[in-house]
């Protein structure tokens, strides 16, 4: 079972259930029983769900009498999109590198030119 933080947050968010949840609390606060209702599970299917979205940080729930209210909790989320931001920064600059080596093998090929490797003197 993974306990760090960002693997908390990607495993909650793998299932379709606990984002559509989740979809559901960023419209506002709702029981188990109005998070329960799209779903054709049980109650404590929903509370199992909550119950790992909950351990993940990705929402917090409040008594209010007989009633335990969920609302969603949204840092998590950020430092999920951070790192998804950086590894997107990276593959994008990988494949610009790839491309304008295409474009370079591309056009010595079209110039009949021999191909210069990294560091050959012209």
Known sequence: MPTDQLSLTFAALADPTRRSILTRLAEGEATVGELAEPFP?????ISRHLKVLERAGLIVRSQEAQWRPSR????????AMEWMRSRKQTWEARMDRLDAHLRRRNAASQAKLPLRRKGEAR
């Open 41 to 45: 599970v049980s109650l404590p299917a």
């Open 72 to 79: 969603m909790q949204a840092e998590p989320l950020d430092e």
